[in-house]
């Protein structure tokens, strides 16, 4: 009876913790009690130190359910991976042991082509971008969704964190990029997109390279050396004359005009799916607004 009545808790946690016009998504998965309770169990059985409550982990679980998606990522949900993040997002010292042997000990051979000082760098970037808070901002780890190998992830997290080590230590030309080379450097660098199949990221990277092509080269300019070199708009305003707010505007200007061009190209061949569409052009527009971010106020 006990174990009926915390099956029962699990999914009314799940509930509460979704907003009212999301709720009904849950009756449409079959058999979620149980589901919620055999997720939970593997993760528990999995990392048996970490302490979280049936209700901590689902609410979390809860704040990382796509919408319209609750019954496909409850099929394929990496449960053990989510639970592991969720307590180490928590400061859990276990789970934080944890994470340090059972994931980032298989970093190093992932970065062979690294001298050994620069894997040790590397390795603790991981640790501070991904393990500690930075004021009220969680660590980074809670951006993980569960949608793939947690391994998988911090894998890729690693990689890009080399190639900006790598970049730091190049002397970088301050020129007007090729359209191939920015819209590889615009494209989505959430590690969640990473994990996306293959012909999605494929078609991304085509719509972004075609709508960046047709960008004069001054407006590929500017996108370089505020996204690529990090440029301020103090310093963009410094070169280019004018306002600070007219380069923001500018800049903002910019960004709107590319993302409309990748839509256009992008709608075309989504038509027939209009969540695939807007997901795409979601996850493109959140990485453009990450690199905006705080710049624009």
Known sequence: MSGARKTEDLVEHLRAALPPERRPELEAVEGLEVLLRRHLTAARTRWPTPSLSDERFVRYLAARLPAGKVSEVMRVLRAEDLYLACACASGEPTALEDFERHILRHLPARLARLSPSMRQEVLQVVRERLLVANGDTPPRIASYGGRGPLL??????????????MDRDTHLQLVAESPEELARHLSPRDPECALLREDARRLLAESLRRAVSVLSEQERTLLSLHHLHGFTLDRLTRMYGGSRSGIARRVAATRK???????????????????????????LGSRLELSLKGLLD
């Open 152 to 165: 998988s992830w911090v894998g890729i997290v690693a990689a890009r964190i080399s190639g900006e080590l």
């Open 257 to 283: 005009q590319l993302l409309e061009r990748v839509r256009l190209e992008l709608a075309p061949r989504l038509k027939h799916d209009v969540l695939a569409l807007e997901s795409l052009l979601g996850l």
